[in-house]
């Protein structure tokens, strides 16, 4: 977005990542302005949005993407573990939300990309907690929209599937389809363009889980029953 010449708003915990992204921007014809903030503290999350506010305006778009992923073993079920990453996945996108709506609201315009996952189609073995907070995302999206669309403000939901980033890099096994993350940026952007509801990609990997999707249990815990015993070798 820097390179179309937005002022691209960025936050993230860790400050040093956020100055080297800012740098980057430097020959662009947009900027990129660093906000240090973690996501699972409500309360700074309401600070920083208006800092935001009073240094740059009021965002014309909202792009929640922060997020991360740990595997949950079913049978040793750590509720520490899946509890950390439904904080991190689906009540801190809660805590952005809140003063996003309330501002965009108030304007009567506004665009919000909340990025969950074609993981959270369906409960995947190894995804449990994962699944669970992407598939509340997608959840709280589907309602969302028809609620904010009269007031001028357009929620999408993003849904990619394995791209490359430090995240799919502690991957062991193959992953179908993975995508470049530059293309997967571009991909959310067109979308949040174009005003559509889901943003998914890379689309032939989405149609297949669209598909998955509508897999009878039968069907569906048969393949996942192969995914266990493979994973068990
Ligand atoms: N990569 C994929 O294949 C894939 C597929 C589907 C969905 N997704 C989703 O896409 C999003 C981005 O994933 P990624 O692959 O880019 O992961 P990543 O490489 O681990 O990057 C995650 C980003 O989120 C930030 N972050 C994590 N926890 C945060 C917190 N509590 N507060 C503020 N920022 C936080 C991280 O910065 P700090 O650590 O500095 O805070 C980092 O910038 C996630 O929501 C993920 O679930 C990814």
Known sequence: MAEDGWTVAASARSETDLQEFAAE???????????????????RVRQVFLDIESG??????????????????????DADLALGLIQTNLAGSIHCLAPVIEGFVARGSGRIGVVASLAGYRGLPGASAYGA?????????EALRPELLPHGVTLSVINPGFVRTPLTDRNTFKMPFLMDVDVAARRIVEGMDSRRFEIAFPRRFAWLMKLV????????????????ARTQD
């Not at 965002?59 to 997020?67: I, S």
Request: glycine share 10%; charged share 15%.
């Open 25 to 43: 921007a430097a020959p662009l014809s947009g900027r990129i302005v660093p906000y240090v903030l973690d996501i699972s503290d409500g309360d």
């Open 56 to 77: 740059l305006g009021l965002p014309d778009w909202v792009v929640l993407n922060a997020g991360t992923h740990r595997p949950v073993d079913g049978a040793k079920f």
């Open 133 to 141: 907070s992407k598939a509340g995302l997608i959840n709280l999206c």
């Open 213 to 228: 999707r509508l897999m009878p249990y039968a069907i569906f815990f048969m393949l996942t029953k192969i995914i266990v």
